[in-house]
Structure formats: C-alpha cells, structure tokens
C-alpha cells in the first residue's frame, strides 16, 4: 500500500516537472517574440488570429491605391474618382489588371511624350510616390522576386488607353519611371475596365451632376506651349472652367482620448495588447510614458507623438522581401491604429531602400474624403524636431524596426463650406519661386500645431523635389 | 602742372565712360514691371486711342505679347464646344484684358460678352461664349489707368486668334469615316 502511494507521489512530481519545464519554455518563448510567458500555447491553438495571406491581403486592399485616379475624355475634361464613387472600384481593380500585364510585357520605346499624354483619352493613375517594381509586383499578387518588370525600377504614375478598335486595336499601358516613359502593347479582356465600360463611365460623368465639383482641367491644357514662367509637372490638376468653387468638409482633429488621459496601465493595453506583461513601465521626464523590455521600446509623449525602436542587436540579411516587410509595416500599423484612431484613412506616400536593401522605410500618411491631410507639425518632445509625414516606419522581412507616428484622431465635423479653388486663384509669384519647378497643386489640409483643433483646407504647392508652400484658399463669394 | 592736369583729365574720361556704362547696364537688371513700365508709359499727350476705338477698328496689327503672355489659344483651333477659356498670365500690376469677336454685319470688332474686360494679375483664364463657324478673337491687354490713351505696342498689346466651332455631326461624320478606311484596310488584307 505505502509502495503504491510512493509510486503515485512520483508519477504526480513528475507531471508537475513536466508542467513546470513547459511553462519554462514557454516564457523563454515568449521572451523572444515579446509576449506572455503562454503565448506559445495561443500560438499552437490560435484559429481566430489571422494568418499570413490573409494579413497580406488586407494589407494591399488596404494600402495599394492611387494617390489619384483620373478618367479623361481627351477633350479638356478629367474626373478625380474618390473611393467613395460608385465606379471607383472597378476602375480600380481593371487598372490593376492592365498594370500587371504591362510588367509581363516587354517594353516599346515610346514616341509619345508625358506631356503629350496627359491631355489624351484614358485612364491616369498617379501614385504620388515612384512605387518600387518589386513592391507593386507584390501589391499585384504577382510574387516580388518573379523576373519580370524588365528595365523598370519603380511606377510613379501610369496612363491607359483601352483599345478602340479605331486607333489602337491593342491595349496600350504608359508607365513614367524617374522621368522615363515606357510603353506596353498589351490585350487585357477585363469587364471591369475595357473600351466600351470605360466609354460608359465616361457618359456617366459627363451627366450626372454630382460630378461635377470633380472635374478637371491638368495643367498641361492651360499651357499648350509652355509658355508659363515657372516648369512644373504637366499632369497637375487645376480648375479653369466653371463653376470654380468647390465645397470641402471642415475637419475636427485631436490626440485620441486614450493617450491624452493617458493611463499607463490603460495604453499598454491599447499599444501592447497581449504583450503588455513583458514590458517594463515608466513616466519619463515630460509625463512620457515608456514600455520597454529587452527587445524594443515604446515612447509615448504627451503631445500623441509615439516612437518605436527595435533594440536587439540581430543582425540584417543583405537583401530583404519588400513584399513581406511591407506586410510587417501593415501589421504594426493595423494593430495600433485599431486601437487608438479606428477610424482614420492612411495612405502610403512613400518608399525608401535602407542600407542597399537591408531594411525598407515606408511613410504614410492621412487623408480624409480622398483629400491627404499634410504635416507641417514641430514636436514638442524628443529629438525628432520638424515632422512633415504621419507614420515613418521601418521594416526588414522579420520586424519593425522603428515607428514615429504623430497620432492624431482626424473626423469631419460635418461644417461644409465653398472655396474657390481656380487655378487663377494661386499667387504666380509662389509657383515662380518654387524651385525647381511645381510637381503638384493640391487643395489639402495641414496638420501645424497640437494646440488647434478644426482644420479647413488650404492650397498646398509641392515642389517636384517634394519641398511644399501653403497658401491660404479664399471662401467663395458669400460664404 | 599739366601733367597733373591731363592725368585729371583722363580720370574724368575714365569715370565718365563707367558712368555711360553703368547707365546704359541699369536696364539690363531692372524687372519685368519695371522694363514695361517704362514701355508703356512712353505715350505722352493725348495721342492715343480709346479702349473702344482700339476694340473696335480692323486696321490693327497684331503687337509682341509684352503686357500679358496667352498661353491658350496658341494659334487658330478648331473646337466643337460653344465656349472657349483664353488662359494666360502677366507679371505686371494694374493690367487689363479686353475679348472681342469680329462682327461680320457690322464690320468690326464688337465685345464677346457683357464682362469681356476685366483686370488681371498673376495667372488668369477667361470662359467665352462661341457661335458656330469661325470666331475671330481680338485680346487686348492695356494697362487700366491709360484705358483713353492706348497705342499698340507702345501700352496696348493686341493678339489675334480664330477658334472655329464646328457641328457634333462633322465629329460623328469624322469617325465613320475612320470606321470605313479602317475596314476597307482590314478587307484588303484579309482581316
């Protein structure tokens, strides 16, 4: 009987060893992927985390989109589509279609130039930023490593014309790279986006009123010849024709609730979510509040500004997957802008290569009723100074690196008020001084300081070396 | 003594030469408004024509764009809508532009619309109404303050252009034919 019972007190020890030893495996897992010391049994377990492909997907529905897409007639007419419009989607999701296959063609030397172009029939998409070939091969689902795209660094903006059977019985897809245009003979058979959809939408545009405030002239039509005393990008926007006032929302901003009440306790929650008992909490000087564990370190100041560093020492690999480091910026930024500012609009503005390919830097940015709000903000904390850009976030294929994020709740107000947005309207002298010429002319809204809290918008001129002047835009006329 | 009296002498052919220089280089670095100020207000006296005089006759020649730069029309087009914007700019302050259209029944130049003259800075644009056929446009810039006292070229800038407005019906016409040579094209070769 005693026998037994020692038997039994053994087997009992060795199952509690057993415990133990997995429990400490646990926390020397969780050590490493910063979460609780049981993470890896959620990780064994998990089935309502989101898996890779899924988190991919998202991450291109979310973020792959054209700074601006424009239907044209050829006949000084261009229609900024916002996503809220009902073709929106279909042009979208054709155009995809007509860029994928001109990165599997070959190139033509095109006898056209952008200049040209701009004023024709088709479809324009401008990305704002010269998108990298492998990034948007991966955007496109195509694999970024795959060998086409030949002779293309990057897409920085793109212009269609769906064959008509009368001029063109091909397809044809302009691609301007760092000032090159490449030309493509393609045959896309996409209902979405062919000749005869595309003349639809045309009509559509052309009648129904409420298109009317997005109709456009490009800066190229105002000035055939180049006759203006300033260079500038011949695709710009600008309204000649009337009516020339346009109707913006007023915009109520703010640092979210939940960081300026800032409970510590609260915020770790927010920012670190399952993570949070693996890093240590302090105030720093300022009220700044600091998560930190071995790895990484979150710096949350007073004024919504948060910074993130990765600090363990493991080393890069010499050439990185932009695809898969973008998917890791998406992670990092869906995570914390679900919690802390749910319903804002980013977009991606830019994309740069660090260390020959090591690690890539993304930046994003707001944009509220497809109008980008611009940052023009001096931080008040750190060491950062002036921040022109919403999210600057860098990423290799494994990890973020480093995050600063000027967070801010941006919501409309629901006060509507008329500007006059001519193209007249602008100072010449500003354009003249833009140096070294105009890239774009945007009305938008700016983000200057934390202490105001409704922004209206303003008109921004960016210089083609992306320098910007704000200048104020007038009301309308009894407004 | 005249030693010290010719090397005088020469000193003051020397400055003067740098004076003559200095004088005649000033406009070389004076500014746009400046340099048509200066052309501009050369009429002296009342030789000079009214707004409406100049508007009106046809004896006029065209002048250099000195006063205001038209970026649009850039020479005779052809278009198939019933309006026109005239697009330009002028660096120059207190500057007014004034649109005609020739009158074929009265035989002169008579105002496109009720608001043709207006004042301009900077970047300007103009929506015009048109009638079908050819409209010939008469832009004339001037600065506002000699508005009685113009002399083309002189302080009025006077450009012609002609937009001709066609029918829908001729752009229809257009792309049947295209239709038809294209066919005719595919027929002959079998596709």
């Not at chain 1, 996409?190 to 009123?209: A, P």
């Not at chain 1, 919504?304 to 898969?324: L, P, V």
């Not at chain 2, 408004?33 to 006029?60: H, P, Q, T, W």
Request: glycine content about 8%.
């Amino acid at each position: 009987m005693y026998r037994i019972n020692r038997e039994k007190l053994k087997t009992y020890i060795l199952i509690i060893l057993i415990l133990t030893s997995l429990v400490q495996v646990g926390i020397l897992w969780g050590y490493q992927e910063h979460g609780f010391p049981t993470n890896f049994l959620l990780t064994i377990f998990k089935s309502s985390e989101l898996s890779q492909s899924e988190i991919d997907r998202m991450a291109r529905e979310e973020f792959f989109r054209p700074y601006r897409l424009v239907l044209s007639s050829g006949d000084l007419a261009h229609w900024i589509i916002g996503s809220g419009d009902d073709i929106y989607e279909k042009v979208w999701s054709g155009s995809k279609e007509y860029i994928k296959n001109a990165i599997l063609s070959k190139p033509q030397v095109s006898t056209e130039s952008w200049d040209e172009l701009v004023t024709r029939k088709g479809i324009f998409l401008d990305f704002k930023l010269n998108v990298d070939v492998n990034l948007m091969k991966w955007f496109l689902g195509m694999g970024s490593s795959s060998g086409s795209g030949e002779g293309l660094t990057g897409i920085n903006k793109v212009f269609i014309i769906p064959k008509d059977g009368i001029t063109t019985s091909l397809d044809i897809v302009y691609i301007l790279n760092e000032g090159t245009v490449h030309k493509y003979i393609v045959n896309v058979d996409n209902e979405d986006l062919n000749r005869e959809t595309f003349e639809k939408y045309l009509v559509e545009l052309e009648e129904d009123t409420k298109y009317e405030a997005k109709k456009y002239w490009v800066i190229r039509e105002f000035d055939p010849k180049g006759r203006l005393s300033f260079s500038y990008s011949p695709d710009i926007p600008c309204v000649v024709e009337m009516p020339l006032e346009r109707e913006y929302s007023t915009l109520n901003y703010s640092i979210p609730g939940k960081m300026e009440d800032k409970d510590e306790n609260e915020l770790a929650h927010l920012i670190l979510a399952n993570e949070q008992y693996s890093f240590d909490r302090t105030i720093g000087m300022d009220d700044t509040v600091i998560f930190k564990n071995q790895n990484s370190i979150y710096k949350i100041y007073n004024d919504g500004f948060m910074e993130y560093t990765y600090i363990s020492s493991t080393g890069h690999s010499d050439r990185e997957d932009i695809g898969k480091a973008f998917s890791n910026a998406y992670g990092f930024i869906s995570r914390l802008g679900k919690s802390l500012i749910p319903k804002n609009n980013i977009y991606l503005s830019d994309v740069n290569i660090k260390g020959g390919g090591s690690s890539f830097e993304f930046t994003f940015n707001y944009m509220v009723d497809n109008v980008p709000v611009f940052i023009e903000y001096n931080t008040l904390f750190g060491e950062k100074g002036k921040i022109s850009d919403a999210i600057v976030i860098e990423a290799d294929s494994r990890r973020v690196l480093s995050c600063r994020w000027l967070v801010r709740d941006i919501q409309k107000n629901g006060k509507k008020v008329r500007y006059n947005v001519g193209f007249n309207s602008i100072d010449k002298r500003v354009l003249d001084e833009t140096i070294p010429g105009v890239g774009d002319i945007s009305v938008a809204y700016v983000l200057r300081s934390a202490g105001e809290k409704e922004l209206a918008p303003s008109w921004v001129i960016e210089s083609t070396t992306g320098s910007r002047n704000i200048l104020p835009l007038l009301r309308a006329e009894g407004e | 003594m005249p030693r010290k009296l010719y090397a005088g002498r020469k000193l003051c052919a020397v400055l003067v030469v740098i004076l003559m220089f200095a004088a005649f280089s000033v406009s070389a670095f004076a500014g746009t408004v400046v340099n048509s100020f200066y052309r501009y207000s050369a009429v002296n006296g009342e030789n000079g024509m009214k707004l409406d005089d100049l508007i009106k006759s046809r004896d006029i020649g065209e002048t250099e764009q000195f006063l205001a730069t038209i970026t649009k029309p850039v020479g005779d087009e052809t278009t198939f809508k019933k309006s026109y914007v005239v697009c330009g700019y002028s660096d120059l302050r207190d500057i007014s532009i004034a649109i005609a259209v020739y009158d074929g029944n009265k035989e002169q130049y008579v105002y496109v619309s009720d608001d043709s003259v207006w004042d301009v800075s900077g970047i300007f644009s103009k929506e015009i109404p048109l009638h079908l056929g050819a409209n010939k446009l008469k832009i004339v810039a001037f600065p506002k303050s000699e508005v009685n006292n113009l002399k083309p070229g002189v302080n009025a800038q006077v450009t012609y252009f002609t937009v001709t407005v066609l029918k829908e019906s001729v752009k229809d016409k257009i792309i049947q034919g295209v239709l038809k040579v294209k066919d005719s094209i595919s027929g002959f070769f079998g596709n």
